[in-house]
Nanobody, 121 residues
Framework: QAQLVESGGGLVQPGGSLRLSCAAS????????MSWYRQAAGKERELVAA????????NYVDSVKGRFTISRDDAKNTVSLQMNTLKPEDTAVYFC??????????????WGQGTQVTVSS
């Protein structure tokens, strides 16, 4: 049974840093592209950062480029999001996602329960 568990959220002042972690179990982690999404109150969920299954490629939403870094450790089945220079507009629930397109017809898509990040003075 696939499970993704996020940790590391909390309250931080503007300009501060947080590191989110997502621990995966029940899946062959190295097969999966891993992503972080966020959803602010009253807004749609948006992709924040993603890393390919081999870890060779990353991408970020423009609003976090240069501030956030996604990384993965396939030996530990974890993906992390280092968030620096946080802004109030980064406040949201952050979700971990694991996605594997085995074939065009067979896809696996799993979500964590989310962790709250609040940036406020």
């Amino acid at each position: 049974q696939a499970q993704l568990v996020e940790s590391g959220g909390g309250l931080v002042q503007p300009g501060g840093s947080l590191r989110l972690s997502c621990a995966a179990s029940g899946i062959t982690f190295s097969n999966y592209a891993m992503s972080w999404y966020r959803q602010a109150a009253g807004k749609e969920r948006e992709l924040v950062a993603a890393i390919t299954s081999a870890g060779g490629s990353t991408n970020y939403v423009d609003s976090v480029k240069g501030r956030f870094t996604i990384s993965r450790d396939d030996a530990k089945n974890t993906v992390s999001l280092q968030m620096n220079t946080l802004k109030p507009e980064d406040t949201a629930v952050y979700f971990c996602n694991a996605y594997w397109r085995r074939t065009n017809a067979i896809k696996f898509d799993y979500w964590g329960q989310g962790t709250q990040v609040t940036v406020s003075s």
